[in-house]
């Protein structure tokens, strides 16, 4: 405000300054949106969030794209692809998890959202809520059913493994099957037991052993660990294949305490590998412990006529028909004293006939002499004994003959009964089995594998077939 003065006199008056135009910045919605979300990323740009899964919508470009949830507010979330495919479970609506990225804006809707680099179910461990949703899928499917479960067969020629070639497993359950079932083959299919690619080579074991046919039974083992350790065995992949395998598969993963899908699809659990290695070769075992008891009633039933022989032997000794004898004296002893006191009697009347009458009990008494009595008992005891022992001898053939035939029936279904008969198996250096002579090339290593142990040799020179 200033004073101004007028030609007439001083006079007092008022002037305004006038305002300047104020200046205005008009922004367009992308850069506005734009302008927010840069400042939105640079001050929220690692952070976790917790929430409940909702509105879960899988794109067929592989996003995900879900709003994490709680009491009190909600907020979009995208999961891109290559972030997608590195989850361990799978996620599902109303799963309470923690979600690690960033804050972004939507820049079409103008909407806020997260851009999450890992997200993990909070609670349980991201392998434990995938190994749960993969088992009920698999129970929904009918995998676990026992109505598809595959028998073990009884004698085994063949086994094949599915392990790693340099741990303790392997080593465990060669020990034990060669301990059970010396004549048991075993072939090992080397595969990873642990890491990302372990359920894939575990898998290709289950297709080889099925494909070529060379293993009777197969058997996918590995030590105890930690489920990061076993989560190989909890992939579906594996899964399928031990479900699609026309052999069966015995499953021997981790301690006794261990589960895992494999597990369950499989045609048989071990708790161990070394239990595996046990009930495979178990119906052998049983063979062998039916032949300890046959043995074993056959002597205690040697043992018990022994028995009876010796205890029908002692009432037949010479004490005791002695006694009889003495006994037999003692009555006919009685009776002639009756005699002789009625022919003292009657001795002045029958003096004649009494002299008769001794003259026959004498040749009587002369008939029933003990040594005569006593050589017919011994005969009868020869009798008794010769009789006794050819019953047994008889007995005896009987039990060898039937055991001869039970060894017999074994050694026919050894396999190394076809080596007996002078044939040979021919090994390469990777040690598969060698059927023409086309797999050769010169200078090749060979092993030779005979009845009784191995030749080393090369190849000089390959004759091609002649025909005939």
């Known amino acids: 405000m200033t004073h101004a003065a007028s030609e007439s006199g001083p006079q007092l008056g008022f002037v305004f300054d006038t305002p300047k135009a104020e200046t205005r910045r008009i922004w367009k919605v992308g850069e506005l949106v734009g302008e927010v979300r840069s400042h939105v990323e640079r001050e929220y740009a690692d952070l976790w969030v917790e929430g409940e899964i909702s509105n879960l919508r899988p794109a067929p470009s592989g996003h995900v794209y879900f709003t994490l949830k709680d009491g009190d507010a909600q907020l979009p979330v995208v999961l891109f692809r290559r972030q997608a495919s590195l989850l361990r479970f799978r996620p599902e609506d109303g ?52 109505s598809a479960k595959k028998p073990l067969p009884a004698f085994p020629h063949c086994v094949g493994i599915i392990t790693s070639p340099t741990g303790a497993v392997i080593r465990d359950f060669l020990s034990i099957a060669n301990r059970r079932h010396a004549a048991l083959d075993i072939l090992l299919y080397p595969a990873l037991v642990q890491g990302d690619s372990a359920a894939a080579e575990i898998a290709a074991g289950i297709i080889f052993f099925n494909r070529t046919r060379k293993a009777d039974v197969i058997v996918i083992a590995r030590g105890g660990g930690s489920i990061e350790d076993l989560a190989p065995f909890n992939s579906e992949l594996l899964a399928r294949a031990i479900a699609a395998s026309s052999l069966p598969v015995v499953s021997a993963v981790g301690h006794e305490t261990d589960f895992t899908i494999a597990d369950f699809v499989a045609d048989l659990r071990a708790p161990t590998p070394s239990a595996a290695a046990e009930i495979i070769t178990g119906a052998l075992h049983k063979v062998e412990d039916h032949l300890e008891l046959l043995t074993s009633r056959l002597q205690r039933a040697i043992r018990y006529r022994l028995m009876q022989a010796r205890d029908n032997f002692a009432r037949l000794t010479s004490d005791a028909a002695f006694a009889r004898l003495r006994e037999s004296f003692a009555r006919r002893q009685q009776r002639l004293d009756e005699l002789r006191f009625r022919m003292d009697a009657a001795w002045s009347t029958a003096n004649h006939a009494l002299s008769a009458q001794l003259q026959l009990l004498t040749s009587r008494l002369l008939r029933q002499d003990a040594t005569h009595l006593l050589r017919l008992l011994r005969e009868r005891l020869d009798v008794v004994e010769t009789r006794l022992t050819r019953a047994q001898q008889n007995r005896i053939q009987n039990e060898n003959a039937c055991l001869l035939s039970l060894t017999r029936q074994l050694q026919s279904l050894s396999p190394l009964a076809v080596l007996n008969r ?7 250096e990777q040690g598969s089995l060698v059927k023409s002579a086309a797999q050769l090339a010169p200078n090749q290593r060979l092993v030779t594998r005979l009845a009784n142990g191995s030749v080393e040799s090369r190849v000089t020179e390959i004759i091609p077939e002649r025909k005939v």
């Open 95 to 146: 799963l309470h998890v923690l979600v690690r990225g960033k804050v972004s804006v939507y820049e079409q809707r103008g909407q806020m959202q997260i851009v999450a680099e890992f997200m993990e179910p909070v609670g349980a461990g991201s392998l434990q809520v995938a190994f749960e949703q993969l088992k009920v899928r698999l129970q929904r499917e009918g995998l676990f059913d026992q």
């Open 422 to 428: 002078g044939y040979a198996l021919v090994f390469d």
